[in-house]
């Protein structure tokens, strides 16, 4: 690489790092007016407007050890290292995800709690146990599907990850997407479906849609903990999910 390659990439690095805008990945469509964060868990944090999760031109970080993992348990041998934010700090076990790596269908949740963070691996708790049955419903077995997280590591008291955990992060699940290559994705609660769609909507107007992600279909739904507090939104989630079960068929 050269020197001034070698500068441009130190210096986003500093910038992703700081949490500042790495580059001007575009026209502005992101900026829209900021708008307050109502104190619950609606919506993830977010960057600040104009702020991309978009990661620079694949090439300025072709030589990224996380872009050049070959293998998902390549991608989870570097994620068991990370110490790239503050949530490394409190873990007992990194939870990269499981799941077959001919999987046709990528969960993304939020992050793992307290079980995940005991065992290493993604909803095996009370959420976990119903996104098992979720999953069931529509003759998908878990085993058969590659299931994880935006974040690999459990924030503090289950509170949402913060916008510099979620973008240091992030270059590991766009590896296991871009290895795993699914037909679909179906993005659990408005922190997957804010990071995926890099939007600031709400999950409610994000539902009913089919998204993309480099071109991948994304179908957005209730996260199974909100389900497990709001009864009411299963029957949306059941139809969320026989969407996603179509665009698989
Ligand atoms: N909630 C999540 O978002 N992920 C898990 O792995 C478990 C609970
Ligand atoms: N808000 C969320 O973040 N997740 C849900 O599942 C529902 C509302």
Known sequence: MSDGRALAREYLEQ??????????TGPASHAAPPTAQPPDRQSADLPPPGV????????????????????????????????????????????????????RLVVVGEGPGRVEDETGRPFVGKAGELLTK?????????????????????????????????????????????????????????TAAQTLLDTRQSLGSLRNQVHRFRGIPVIVTYHPAALLRNPNWKRPTWDDVRIARRLLD
């Open 15 to 24: 910038q992703r790092l700081l949490g500042g805008n790495p580059v001007v």
């Open 52 to 103: 991309s999760y978009d990661p620079p031109s694949a090439d300025l970080f072709a030589a990224d050890p996380v872009s050049q993992a070959a293998t998902l348990q390549a991608v989870a041998a570097l994620v068991a290292e990370c110490t790239k934010c503050r949530l490394c700090e409190g873990r007992a076990n990194t939870v990269p995800g499981e799941g077959p790596d001919d999987a």
């Open 134 to 190: 979720i999953l069931g419903a529509i003759d998908l077995p878990r085993e058969r599907v590659f299931i994880c997280n935006v974040v690999k590591c459990r924030p503090p008291e289950n509170r949402l990850p913060q916008y510099d955990e979620i973008a240091a992060c992030l270059p590991y699940l766009h590896r296991q997407v871009e290895l795993l290559k699914p037909k679909v994705i179906l993005a659990m609660g408005g």
